[in-house]
Nanobody, 113 residues
């Protein structure tokens, strides 16, 4: 069973930026696709961004041009750089392998003035 530990969330003002990090266990990290997801209060978990093992990226329309997903295979880490944050970006953010495995605890991002 893999372990996923997300970090980097916090309270940020609208228009601000945050960089989320995810440390993943698993010997196949470097050959696996990884994704970021989020769950806002009272809503279902949704896709945010995806990166293949080769570095090809894909984003949800709602975060396109505001987020950048990246990875460091030497550290088994995946990152999500978010900018121009909006109140509707408030959610718990999770990373996971693609296809998804067990979920971590996530990291809370709150965008509020």
């Amino acid at each position: 069973q893999v372990q996923l530990v997300e970090s980097g969330g916090g309270l940020v003002q609208p228009g601000g930026s945050l960089r989320l990090s995810c440390a993943a266990s698993g010997s196949d990290f470097s050959t696996s696709a990884m994704g970021w997801y989020r769950q806002a209060p009272g809503k279902r978990r949704e896709f945010v961004a995806h990166i293949t093992s080769a570095g090809t990226t894909n984003y949800a329309d709602s975060v396109q041009r505001r987020c950048t997903i990246s990875r460091d295979n030497a550290k088994n880490q995946v990152y999500l750089q978010m900018s121009s944050l909006k109140p509707e970006d408030t959610a718990v953010y999770y990373c996971n392998y693609v296809p998804n495995r067990s979920w971590g605890q996530g990291t809370l991002v709150t965008v509020s003035s």
